[in-house]
């Protein structure tokens, strides 16, 4: 069997990390190793790891790094040529590592894959799911505007991943999960397996729910993340505020760059979007309706949102 190491930052999390653990050590494919990093915790973190007794599990403990730092080390000490990332609340089902394995081999020209996953708050699970695109292409339209992916989902081909250089470490390139996703999928073949294998936690409390440096830090980045994304692919076709202020939109966030011709300037960022994909990837078929759809979706939750913030 092929080494998968899966890699595992932690902070204050004591409430869920021994059952996210064992959810991983209950995997139906066994050869694994769990790169466990302490980032700093102050709670029974720790303990609440050293109780779990199984030599797959290995642990190291730092004084605090961050949620981009700490991965990076985790993978310089990983040894596995299939690498997977985990979030310490949330879970895998039990086949989840065997399903996403089996994929990677039966397609080689795929180098990362993920799984759709179920919505829980807290320990109650909710009628909700993320159920992501599956195919490459459309995969790669989505994350122009968004991620189509559940980060603790994914499973990568460990030179993908050098290839990279793994998460950035700039506090620009955040979220540094869609900021990492969006490197990957721009240089390799990417998809979803269709099917519920993991549980994503939603905690009121948790890092993108409630920063210190503000609640709306996500969005923002997501925004600002999303208007390069965009930039690259229509090129100076659209002024880079007019395609911020478009992301801005999207993600709710404050229109400090609108003006009053903004949404005339959006249907033609869609356009754009819409025929510069269509051109970089050679879209034809019932694949140009699907991404001609996408885009207007986004187009028309930029002007819903647009409107509503000039109410």
Not at 175 to 193: S, W
Request: charged content about 30%; overall charge neutral.
């Amino acid at each position: 069997m092929t080494l998968v190491s899966i890699l595992l930052p932690v902070y204050n999390t004591e409430r869920y990390i021994a059952r996210t653990i064992t959810s991983l050590l209950e995997q139906t494919y066994r050869d694994i190793e769990i790169i466990v990093i302490n980032d700093g915790s102050t709670d029974n973190t720790e303990k609440e790891i050293l109780a779990i007794k199984d030599a797959r599990v290995k642990y190291y403990a730092q004084e605090n790094q961050g949620l981009s730092r700490t991965p990076n080390r985790a993978f310089s000490l990983s040894n596995g040529e299939y690498v997977a990332r985990m979030d310490a609340d949330d879970l895998a089902f039990p086949e989840k590592i065997e399903k996403q394995v089996r994929y990677l081999e039966q397609h080689p020209d795929v180098s990362m894959v993920g799984t759709w996953a179920e919505i829980w708050v807290g320990d109650t699970r909710t009628s909700r799911f993320h159920r992501h695109p599956t195919d490459d292409l459309m995969i790669k339209l989505e994350m122009l505007f968004n991620n189509p992916f559940v980060h603790s989902t994914v499973l990568m081909r460990r030179e993908a991943f050098a290839a990279i250089g793994g998460y950035s470490e700039n506090p620009e390139d955040y979220p540094e999960d869609y900021e990492l996703l969006v490197r990957i999928t721009e240089r390799f073949r990417v998809a979803n397996i269709p099917e519920i294998l993991s549980v994503y936690r939603e905690l009121p409390d948790s890092v993108c729910r409630k920063d210190a440096r503000g609640p709306r830090k996500v969005p923002r980045g997501l925004a600002r993340i999303a208007a390069r994304n965009i930039a690259r692919l229509i090129g100076d076709t659209v002024a880079p505020e007019r395609v911020l202020s478009f992301t801005h939109a999207i993600h709710k966030i404050s229109l400090s760059e609108g003006s009053d011709d903004s949404t005339a300037c959006y249907t033609r960022i869609a356009k754009e979007i819409y025929g510069s994909f269509v051109r970089k990837y050679s879209v034809d078929g019932i694949l140009r309706l699907k991404i001609a759809q996408r885009a207007g979706h986004y187009l028309f939750k930029a002007y819903a949102n647009y409107y509503r913030k000039r109410i």
